[in-house]
């Protein structure tokens, strides 16, 4: 989910379990989202992205699904391994955003527990 | 594969001071970004440039700041009189083709101004 300040939204998860990560994007113009996976100390890196034109798409044990009337998107992770311990963002595009600028969510931590 | 990749990793500066971070982007990419992340906070955006221009910038890019790719393979962001809260993470990002199309971020460059 979406979170604040410091405070990040952190979910636990038990390893081989699914997990899924939640986000509430601002506005309704978007049509362009993307996952991103930051471990500590490093830079954002790209899990999968999706267009609204299509309500689910599938990666590597990854989907991600759209569902724009509520503006909501999530990330579902199957299997989930000790190497999907990370912060989770979701980032968005905006038609018009004048130089195609990503605006960021609060991002989750995923704690895999072996 | 390719990579952005930024140096350096860690910057130490006094208050008042210039500071230069440095990035390479990965080599076809046309469209050029730097966000920024304070501790524990969102990705934040700051500029971006294509066609050796700004094409955007957010409200955190004030005169303090300015971007410049000095040949044909570097990207800068000059901080030229640093302030306490410019102590962030600075991120690097480049994308092919712009709009709906992803960013490919750096490992980040940890700026501390004393």
């Known amino acids: 989910g979406e979170s604040v300040g410091l405070h990040l939204p952190t979910l636990s998860v038990q390893e081989g379990d699914n997990s899924i990560i939640n986000c509430a994007y601002s506005n309704s113009a978007s049509d362009y989202f993307i996952w991103y996976k930051q471990e500590s100390g490093k830079g954002p890196q790209f899990i999968i992205d999706?267009?609204?034109?299509?309500d689910k798409r599938q990666g590597q044990r990854v989907t991600v699904l759209l569902n724009k009337t509520v503006k909501h998107l999530s990330l579902q992770i199957a299997a989930t391994q000790p190497g999907d311990s990370a912060v989770y963002f979701c980032?968005?595009?905006?038609?018009?955003?004048?130089?195609?600028?990503?605006?960021f969510g609060g991002g989750t931590r995923v704690l895999v527990k072996p | 594969e390719p990579e952005v990749t930024q140096t350096p990793s860690h910057q130490v500066t006094q208050m008042g001071q210039e500071v230069i971070l440095r990035c390479v982007p990965i080599s076809n990419h046309l469209y050029f970004y730097w966000y920024r992340q304070i501790l524990g906070q969102k990705v934040e955006f700051l500029v971006s440039f294509y066609n050796n221009e700004i094409s955007e910038k957010s409200e955190i890019f004030d005169d303090q700041f300015s971007v410049e790719r000095p040949d044909g393979s570097n990207f800068t962001l000059k901080i030229r009189s640093t302030k306490l809260e410019d102590s962030a993470m600075y991120f690097c990002a480049s994308g092919t083709s712009g709009y709906q199309e992803t960013q490919y971020f750096g490992p980040g460059t940890r700026l501390l101004v004393l």
């Open positions: 980032a968005e595009n905006s038609p018009g955003a004048a130089g195609n600028k990503l605006t």
């Open positions: 999706i267009r609204s034109n299509m």
